[in-house]
């Protein structure tokens, strides 16, 4: 299952991968046209740990994990 939402400019790619009946891994992979070379996020498909999850809180969780890089790169919202 894999959902795209966009965050602050960029495009957070979100893949969950099935781990036992009802529960999956999230997975997430950050795209944009500012690419930090210190945040190995960036481009690279990153598991989230914690898991496995539902599959409403490994998208929340996923989403989340996404999010965080951008606002360390980006800084905070005014």
């Given at each position: 299952?894999?959902?795209?939402?966009?965050?602050?400019?960029?495009?957070?790619?979100?893949?969950?991968?099935p781990?036992?009946?009802?529960?999956?891994?999230?997975?997430?992979?950050?795209d944009?046209?500012?690419?930090?070379?210190?945040?190995?996020?960036?481009?690279?498909?990153?598991?989230?740990?914690?898991?496995?999850?539902?599959?409403?809180?490994?998208?929340?969780?996923?989403?989340?994990?996404?999010?965080?890089?951008?606002?360390?790169?980006?800084?905070?919202?005014?």
């Amino acid at each position: 299952m894999q959902r795209t939402l966009s965050y602050r400019g960029f495009e957070i790619y979100i893949e969950l991968r099935p781990a036992s009946k009802d529960m999956f891994e999230p997975w997430f992979r950050i795209d944009g046209s500012t690419q930090d070379p210190g945040a190995a996020a960036f481009g690279t498909l990153i598991k989230v740990r914690g898991g496995p999850y539902s599959r409403r809180w490994a998208y929340l969780v996923a989403e989340i994990a996404g999010q965080a890089p951008v606002d360390l790169i980006l800084g905070p919202e005014e």
